[in-house]
């Protein structure tokens, strides 16, 4: 999904993760250009997991499409819920300790909101997935937070690296707790105009 020809309307990611950029990769897309928004990622009062990441993913669209408001923008965030329970990115080893000692043998929550602007116009989805985990050792722990793969990732874990040893089981999609849906991305884009460079 390359973009079709210079008339085309850019591609502009909203994010500056490298796992986003290798996802949408797989499909053939590549952004003309990487634009991180910086916003303010607190939670609000009773704001829920759904809900937050889709206000985080809409905010960072709309700082970026209003820097470029001729292009095509992507955004996305991600978020993990234990319950009621928001697990943000740790602040430090002592936090990604304790979110891998509440995620440990229990099911959790992964959501992560997809925005596209184009023309105005806005379109979201919302994608849950359940992660099961298995039974950590404080040796796994351990090791695993020492390796620092825990920073900057929302619940202290990254699925595309060693944590995926964790994993027992997954219902949704895997993309998406990597941090993009990608069938739901596809589709916004190309709901967006956005084709394949044969199309």
Not at 52 to 80: F, H, M, N, Y
Request: with cysteine.
């Amino acid at each position: 999904m390359s973009r079709p020809d210079l008339s085309a309307p850019r591609l502009i990611l909203a994010s500056s993760s490298p796992r986003r950029i290798e996802l949408l990769a797989q499909i053939g897309v590549v952004p003309d250009h990487v634009d991180p928004a910086d916003i303010d990622e607190t939670p609000l009062k009773g704001e829920t997991p759904t809900r937050l990441a889709e206000r985080l993913a809409r905010g960072k669209a709309e700082v970026v499409a209003a820097r470029s408001p001729d292009a095509i923008v992507l955004a996305a965030d991600t978020v993990v819920a234990l319950g009621r329970r928001l697990l943000e990115k740790p602040a430090d080893e002592a936090e990604a300790k304790r979110f891998l000692e509440l995620l440990s043998g229990r099911n959790h929550r992964v959501f992560t909101g997809v925005v596209v602007i184009a023309g105005g116009q806005t379109t979201c989805r919302v994608v849950d997935t359940r992660v099961s985990f298995k039974t950590l050792s404080p040796e796994e722990i351990a090791t695993y937070v020492a390796s620092g793969e825990w920073r900057g990732k929302a619940g202290g874990y990254g699925i595309q690296g060693a944590a995926a040893a964790f994993v027992r089981r997954i219902v949704g999609s895997h993309p998406a707790v990597m941090g993009l849906p990608l069938y739901e991305a596809a589709n916004l884009l190309r709901g967006a105009g956005w084709r394949p460079q044969s199309a």
